[in-house]
């Protein structure tokens, strides 16, 4: 049974462009130059209207544009492999050392055709060398040749240029709050989040990871208590509730608790209180014992008594796609991360399950964490493609509503206000280590389950196992890991 609304607006390129972008002048912070000014505003107009650069670029500029085009008109046959490549090769040198002479310079090939992508990482890192001219004359001429309706490569480059152009608009200042002032439509917000986890199977085969390693640790327990500090859309438990009925013998009572925090998206529709009747009524109808009760609190001032643990039941906590958001140490000196997993473990768990998405975009410095995000999303963004046409209005409402809000904060925010704060497995299973928690190794059964799954969608979904957790993957590239603790 799926709870996939289907989407029926239609989303142009103007509504996004005016989605991420049209926010109230009053607010933002200028750059701190005229000229700098005046070559951020370009974008924010259409993406459909060509911009020119300053007078100055503007020959130079124009002249490596019709040799770009000519040069792809001759080398199209090999353009696949060469980007393909260029994408999904990590340790990929990026040369950075002189962007003054890859705009200008004309003396070679190499140098007039540049991809999109080499072009960011120029802007990117002259933002980060504080070059902010220099970067937003680079960004004006990326904005002519990408779209978010092309193909993979282009439409993460869109979104990846519009995550710059933010960065440079608004400095950092602000950013977060008008990002949250232009929520799209919630009924929207929610389709969208649910069909990513529908048609991207690395996030669908975390769910399925953890729910195998439940219904394994609790195959002999008659009553269980699942609590979860981000239930989303109830994704995960409409299939474990479904799994629980597929099972012989007498259901166990599942009592869940979900943590239904005020600034939650969820909020917006009337809470976890929706989604919990939703998936009492699947339970009923599966005849599957099953209870649900929400608490109605900020993560960061959840306490033991708050949760209702009762003897009898057996523990387990449950974290998807979650901890990522809680601040660590390198956002303050609280360190909500770890002060969670520690209250966790206070609970005395039978079981903890993690889910995540394997990308680095907590700690490190700006340039090389928009190089690990460029990398990590393009292959999301090609996963995407290998499930959805790509004419889908559903694949541009999940990378749209998903995936570029994302990009926008992991590029263009700081400090407090950027929130989706990755961590690769090494720092999950270290975090988790010390709070005190060992790793549970994955049945047998858990991991045949998956790779006969994976074999019904592309050939190029891989799993992997290591240390203790599974990796999800395209290709050669980490996707997803779960782990589960005892």
């Known amino acids: 049974m ?15 462009e005016n989605y991420f972008l049209n926010f109230p002048s009053e607010e933002l912070i200028h750059p701190p130059s005229s000229s700098m000014t005046e070559e951020v505003n370009h974008f924010e107009s259409d993406y459909m209207i060509n911009q020119s650069p300053d007078s100055t670029d503007y020959d130079e500029t124009r002249m490596r544009l019709k040799l770009q ?96 152009a933010a960065r440079l608009a608004e400095s950092g200042n602000f950013l977060y709050k008008a990002l949250k002032c232009k929520e799209p439509p919630t009924s929207d917000r929610l389709a969208a989040m649910q069909i990513l986890f529908e048609v991207c199977p690395c996030f669908k085969f975390g769910f399925m990871a953890a729910n195998g390693a439940i219904i394994e640790a609790f195959k002999d327990e008659k009553r269980i208590h699942i609590i979860d500090f981000d239930i989303s859309q109830g994704s995960q438990y409409i299939q474990l509730i479904q799994t629980i009925a597929s099972q012989p013998g007498e259901k166990p009572h599942v009592r869940l608790t979900g943590v239904d925090d005020p600034d939650s998206v969820q909020r917006l529709v009337g809470g976890l209180r929706v989604i919990g009747l939703r998936l009492e009524n699947l339970a009923e109808q599966l005849k599957v014992p099953f209870e649900f009760q929400a608490v109605s609190s900020k993560t960061s001032i959840v306490t033991p008594s708050m949760l209702d643990c ?13 901890l990522h958001h809680m601040p660590d140490e390198s956002v303050s000196t609280v360190n909500e991360r770890d002060q969670l997993l520690r ?56 990378e749209k509503q ?38 549970r190794p994955w049945s047998s059964n ?30 050669d590239k980490s996707l997803i890991v779960a782990s589960a603790w005892r």
């Open 2 to 16: 799926s709870l996939v609304t289907p989407v029926t607006e239609s989303y142009s390129t103007e509504s996004y």
């Open 69 to 164: 085009e000519l040069e792809r008109a001759l080398l199209a046959d090999n353009d696949d492999s060469d980007e393909d490549e260029c994408i999904f090769n990590q340790d990929m040198d990026v040369d950075v050392s002189s962007s003054d002479s890859n705009l200008c310079s004309m003396s070679s090939i190499k140098e007039i055709t540049l991809t999109p992508r080499q072009m960011l990482m120029d802007s990117a890192n002259e933002v980060s060398e504080g070059n902010y001219e220099k970067a937003s004359v680079i960004l004006n001429q990326v904005r002519q040749i990408v779209s978010i309706q092309g193909d993979p490569q282009l439409r993460i480059a869109a979104y990846m240029t519009e995550g710059l």
């Open 310 to 322: 009762r003897p009898g039941e057996g523990l387990l906590v449950n974290f998807a796609f979650q």
């Open 343 to 398: 209250l966790v473990k206070s609970l005395n768990p039978k079981l903890v399950t993690v889910v995540e998405q394997d990308v680095n975009t907590n700690t490190s410095p700006f340039y090389p964490r928009f190089i690990e995000a460029y990398n990590y999303y393009s292959a999301v963004f090609n996963s995407l493609d290998a499930t959805l046409p790509r004419a889908s209005q559903d694949r541009m409402n999940v």
């Open 402 to 439: 998903c995936l570029a809000r994302d990009i926008v904060n992991i590029v263009a925010c700081e400090g407090e206000e950027r929130i989706e704060r990755y961590e690769v497995a090494g720092k999950w299973r270290a975090r988790m280590t010390m709070a005190g928690f060992s790793s």
């Open 446 to 475: 858990v991991i045949e389950m998956i790779r006969n799954l994976i074999t019904e969608y592309c050939n190029r979904y891989k799993l992997k196992e290591e240390m203790g957790a599974l990796h999800f993957g395209w290709e």
